[in-house]
């Protein structure tokens, strides 16, 4: 069965803090996403990554940034978080190609003070 | 890129009643159509996918159909149950083989 971690369930931080969301995948899975979820807009895509080192903007990356130096783990950054950014994340990961199916993690629901 | 409306918002139906809900895309390249349903405080879960070469799919007391000339694809339930109570999500690939672009969310509530 498909493991998508995160690293916090819940997590709360300060305007102008860097913060940190991790995620990690025990698929061998190619492709990593990063969306925010918010109450009548469904899934908007930040960031994904479809190799090592790799990524590409999504709808929304403006305030955000990714890091993935491991197959397995893909790192969403907030350089300066602002109140705007109080959200819950999701991350999810699949193949690149044949069953590309998506598999979430969790969610990390941030709220920025 | 890809715009994914989805419709209603919200649904209400009596147990043992069907469900249907519809989504539209707009780009005609698109040939990967899943369906997640989120039950609350959990992650979305995959529960049926289509691809463009097949009309329709079903899986017990779920089906998708598409309409790749009209460019719309619905989720039917039968014969709901109050464990169907959840948001459903539409979603169509884009560009990027396995990028996705999510509808709004239809919460759906499978009342006694």
């Known amino acids: 069965d498909v493991k998508v971690t995160q690293s916090s369930r819940y997590l709360v931080k300060r305007t102008g803090e860097k913060v940190f969301l991790e995620c990690v995948q025990d698929?061998?899975?190619?492709?990593m996403f990063w969306y925010r979820q918010d109450p009548g807009l469904g899934l908007r895509l930040i960031y994904f990554?479809?190799?090592?080192?790799?990524?590409e903007k999504g709808d929304i990356p403006e305030g955000y940034s990714v890091s993935r130096e491991k197959k397995e783990r893909f790192s969403l950054i907030l350089e300066s978080a602002s109140t705007n950014q109080t959200s819950m994340y999701l991350c999810?990961?699949?193949?690149?190609?044949?069953?590309?199916?998506?598999?979430f993690g969790d969610g990390t629901r941030l709220s920025i003070l | 890129g890809e715009n994914v409306e989805q419709h209603p918002s919200t649904l209400s139906v009596q147990e043992g009643d069907s469900a249907v809900i519809k989504c539209t895309y707009s780009?005609?390249?698109?040939?990967?159509f899943p369906w997640y349903k989120q039950e609350l405080g959990k992650r979305p879960q995959l529960i049926i996918d289509i691809r463009s070469n097949v009309g329709e799919k079903k899986d017990q007391r779920i089906a998708v159909t598409l309409n790749k000339t009209a460019k719309h694809f619905s989720l039917h339930i039968t014969e709901t149950q109050p464990e169907d109570s959840a948001v459903y999500f539409c979603a169509a690939n884009t560009g990027t083989a396995s990028k996705l672009t999510f509808g709004t969310g239809t919460r759906l509530q499978v009342t006694l």
């Open positions: 780009d005609s390249a698109s040939n990967y």
């Open positions: 999810a990961s699949s193949f690149r190609v044949g069953s590309v199916a998506q598999h």
């Open positions: 698929m061998d899975h190619e492709n």
């Open positions: 990554s479809y190799d090592v080192k790799m990524k």
